[in-house]
């Protein structure tokens, strides 16, 4: 097992449990993350994922080299099918997943543990944590969306720093480039994104969900286009239960606040 899945309430933390090997993901703990995802979706009741690394060391180290280094020996077909569709196939299902994803960065996060922070909707770093995109050193791009995000996330010229460089960037550097959203201690970090899931999961999951399917979908494109794509996810809200009781209980606020000035 290299994905551990612990439910507290409405919340499932998954760790990726390879913590002899940095958290580096291979193949089956790519498929495991998936999969794990794919249940959580299915299950109504589970409101937000936290992902984060076994141990103190690392989130995830990024791929691991030796047990795809076959793949990449077998050409740029079998390459792009077993390795870089899969890694794809990873942030993407992240980057657009109907609840949100909290990623507690315990360690380094390099290559695709940093492609998998830039595909999250939200991230929380420990004080220890650094940030890479050492995949230049090994001759190729980042091939698991890397090369696409990290320069809309902090700018052109800053993500071709790191990309071009593989310099490792700390914690502090990422939140100010906005890579990560905070940065606390590392005995509080899983507390601290509990604390974040547990402030968005009070809202109705129609609205969280629509929220995150705004952004991610229009955030790319041009304004009109953008504001096309959130009046598509507003009108999806509109007959729900999450509008009439919210709309219902700031109407029963406003009624009590006037009540309380008439005595």
């Given at each position: 097992?290299?994905?551990?899945?612990?439910?507290?309430?409405?919340?499932?933390?998954?760790?990726?449990?390879?913590?002899?090997?940095?958290?580096?993901?291979?193949?089956?703990?790519?498929?495991a993350l998936l999969a794990e995802l794919d249940r959580?979706?299915?299950?109504?009741?589970?409101?937000?994922?936290?992902?984060?690394?076994?141990?103190?060391?690392?989130?995830?180290?990024?791929?691991?080299?030796?047990?795809?280094?076959?793949?990449?020996?077998?050409?740029?077909?079998?390459?792009?099918?077993?390795?870089?569709?899969?890694?794809?196939?990873?942030?993407?299902?992240?980057?657009?997943?109907?609840?949100?994803?909290?990623?507690?960065?315990?360690g380094l996060a390099y290559g695709g543990g940093c492609?998998?922070?830039?595909?999250?909707?939200?991230?929380?770093?420990?004080?220890?944590?650094?940030?890479?995109?050492?995949?230049?050193?090994?001759?190729?791009?980042?091939?698991?969306?890397?090369?696409?995000?990290?320069?809309?996330?902090?700018?052109?010229?800053?993500?071709?720093?790191?990309?071009?460089?593989?310099?490792?960037?700390?914690?502090?550097?990422?939140?100010?480039?906005?890579?990560?959203?905070?940065?606390?201690?590392?005995?509080?970090?899983?507390?601290?994104?509990?604390?974040?899931?547990?402030?968005?999961?009070?809202?109705?999951?129609?609205?969280?969900?629509?929220?995150?399917?705004?952004?991610?979908?229009?955030?790319?494109?041009?304004?009109?286009?953008?504001?096309?794509?959130?009046?598509?996810?507003?009108?999806?809200?509109?007959?729900?239960?999450?509008?009439?009781?919210?709309?219902?209980?700031?109407?029963?606020?406003?009624?009590?606040?006037?009540?309380?000035?008439?005595?």
């Open positions: 097992m290299t994905v551990l899945s612990e439910r507290d309430q409405y919340v499932v933390t998954l760790t990726i449990d390879r913590e002899e090997k940095l958290n580096a993901l291979d193949y089956p703990t790519i498929d959580i979706d299915a299950d109504d009741t589970v409101r937000a994922v936290i992902l984060t690394g076994a141990g103190r060391r690392a989130f995830s180290a990024g791929a691991d080299i030796p047990s795809l280094a076959g793949s990449i020996a077998g050409g740029p077909e079998r390459a792009l099918r077993e390795f870089v569709r899969r890694g794809h196939t990873l942030t993407r299902r992240i980057e657009e997943f109907p609840k949100p994803v909290i990623v507690a960065v315990n492609e998998i922070t830039e595909a999250a909707p939200l991230a929380i770093a420990a004080e220890h944590a650094s940030f890479a995109k050492p995949e230049i050193s090994l001759g190729f791009p980042p091939p698991f969306g890397g090369s696409q995000r990290l320069p809309r996330h902090v700018g052109r010229k800053r993500g071709l720093e790191m990309i071009l460089t593989g310099d490792p960037v700390p914690a502090s550097r990422a939140v100010e480039l906005g890579l990560v959203n905070s940065v606390v201690p590392a005995a509080e970090l899983l507390d601290e994104a509990r604390d974040l899931a547990d402030r968005i999961i009070r809202y109705a999951p129609t609205a969280v969900a629509a929220c995150l399917r705004a952004v991610t979908r229009g955030i790319n494109l041009p304004i009109d286009e953008g504001l096309a794509v959130e009046a598509a996810a507003f009108a999806a809200t509109v007959p729900t239960d999450g509008v009439r009781d919210g709309i219902q209980q700031f109407l029963d606020r406003a009624r009590d606040r006037s009540a309380g000035r008439a005595r």
